[in-house]
């Protein structure tokens, strides 16, 4: 990944970006455990609390057992794609078990049924993470969207939608990385007479963290936050604070 400094208002971000608290430590966003070795060189790390970086730990391991169990239909490590989730699950046999214990089959198919509230803490941590980072905006308040859930079930014009590029209207946090990362192209469009005529417009992208693993894109336009996340081509998110 592109190392950039962050040139905003270095007093946006003070303390643990999850609760304000001493940032006695530095947490990775996206969090390792979502990735694979060998990892992408000057992955995002963001200030936090020892209190903060431990309590997510548990639920990012489910979560990630969970994602990949639902993949591959099974809990079983030996049929496990990702060689670091099948070394926790054969690691935590209760872990194991207790994803297990979630599994049905509903008309021939295999589904689990998730935590929620696991989940959407996995979610919410990564969206905080990104937001701090990409943006220099701390957003440790509840957000005014959330949803998360797999990207196909979103109708195709939605989920189209989704993984679009930004066109950006406004110019968020001077200074922000995101602010750095935008791109300025040219279009062609049609004026009110009947003409062609060059216009220039400023794009924000995705960035891809790990190929078919994590992507994401952080929009600071038009007075919202928004957060969007794509884990392993299945699960997505987005989240968004107006400000």
Not at 16 to 27: A, D, F, K, S
Not at 49 to 64: A, L, R
Not at 90 to 95: E, G, I, S
């Amino acid at each position: 990944m592109d190392q950039l400094n962050n040139y905003a208002d270095s007093r946006l971000l003070n303390g643990c970006i999850y609760c304000g608290g001493p940032p006695e430590t530095r947490e990775h966003v996206p969090s390792k455990c979502l990735l694979e070795r060998p990892y992408p060189t000057n992955l995002n790390v963001v200030g936090c609390c020892e209190s903060c970086n431990q309590s997510f730990s548990k639920d990012e391991q489910y979560f990630v057992c969970l994602i990949e169990s639902v993949l591959c239909g099974s809990t079983d490590p030996d049929k496990i794609g990702r060689p670091s989730v099948a070394k926790i699950l054969k690691k935590t046999p209760a872990l194991r078990q207790r994803i297990e214990n979630s599994r049905r089959e509903i008309d021939g198919q295999i589904v689990f049924e998730p935590e929620i509230e696991r989940v959407n803490n996995v979610m919410l941590k990564l969206a905080r993470g990104h937001a701090s980072y990409e943006l220099s905006q701390p957003c440790r308040s509840d957000p005014d969207h959330f949803w998360c859930g797999p990207l196909l079930t979103l109708p195709k014009e939605d989920q189209d939608t989704f993984n679009s590029v930004h066109f950006q209207q406004n110019f968020g946090e001077v200074g922000s990385r995101n602010m750095q990362r935008l791109l300025v192209t040219q279009m062609i469009v049609n004026s009110e007479d009947g003409k062609e005529k060059n216009i220039s417009m400023i794009i924000n992208d995705w960035i891809d963290v790990q190929d078919d693993l994590y992507r994401f894109i952080a929009i600071d336009d038009m007075g919202m936050l928004i957060i969007r996340i794509v884990i392993a081509e299945y699960f997505a998110c987005e989240v968004a604070w107006e400000i």
